[in-house]
């Protein structure tokens, strides 16, 4: 597949039907994507499968990875189609959960020009217990972009990381020294949303 020049939404999602519903709650966002310009490709897993495989649906995209679909495994199945992207030659990738909100177009305006990486919230965390490490600064899973230079470091590594947001970030700002992570406040402005919420805390109020 040629996206060259592309810019794309990579929804992290799978087909069980609590998620499917949480894709159809955000169609606001998706259609305020597609008016921007974005593709819009939903990421599955499928660990029968030998290679990844794209198939369209309706205006969408699905991207399935051969990786199964579980919480453990997130990181490899986001770097397998951040790789997979990547080699389609897009411009970048805007990657979000099935239930992030974007409010506004406006902080999609960062997803040109030469901004490398940068997303919806930031989070720091301490990954070495040596003192003379800093903690890592990185934009949290719900909202990130990352450029197509970006995506040619991420593409021929492993997550570090038991963590894809944490993995992501790791990985760009040790490749690039130039990098520099700058808090957005997009989500304490109320200009992007997501829930906590998950399967099984959903089931366990029913």
């Given at each position: 597949m040629d996206w060259t020049g592309q810019r794309i939404c990579m929804v992290l999602t799978c087909n069980r039907p609590y998620y499917?519903?949480?894709?159809?709650?955000?169609?606001?966002?998706?259609?305020?994507l597609e008016e921007a310009g974005f593709r819009i490709v939903l990421l599955l897993g499928d660990a029968s499968l030998m290679e990844p495989r794209l198939e369209e649906l309706s205006s969408r995209w699905?991207?399935?990875?051969?990786?199964?679909?579980?919480?453990?495994?997130?990181?490899?199945?986001?770097?397998?189609?951040?790789?997979?992207?990547?080699?389609?030659?897009?411009d970048g990738v805007l990657?979000?959960?099935d239930d992030t909100a974007i409010h506004s177009p406006d902080v999609l305006l960062f997803c040109v020009g030469t901004t490398d990486y940068i997303g919806g919230d930031i989070g720091i965390i301490q990954l070495?217990?040596?003192?003379?490490?800093?903690?890592?600064?990185?934009?949290?899973?719900?909202?990130?972009?990352?450029?197509?230079?970006?995506l040619q470091a991420l593409a021929n590594v492993s997550p570090p990381y038991r963590w894809e947001d944490v993995s992501v970030g790791y990985v760009l700002t040790k490749t690039y020294t130039d990098i520099v992570v700058r808090p957005t406040y997009w989500f304490q402005k109320g200009l992007v949303s997501w829930s906590s919420e998950t399967e099984q805390t959903h089931g366990s109020r029913a």
């Open positions: 499917r519903k949480r894709r159809e709650a955000q169609e606001p966002t998706y259609r305020r699905t991207l399935t990875v051969p990786v199964e679909e579980r919480y453990e495994l997130l990181p490899q199945k986001i770097f397998a189609g951040l790789a997979w992207l990547e080699a389609c030659g897009v990657k979000i959960d070495d217990e040596a003192a003379d490490q800093q903690p890592l600064t990185y934009y949290g899973g719900p909202m990130y972009w990352v450029s197509r230079r970006s």
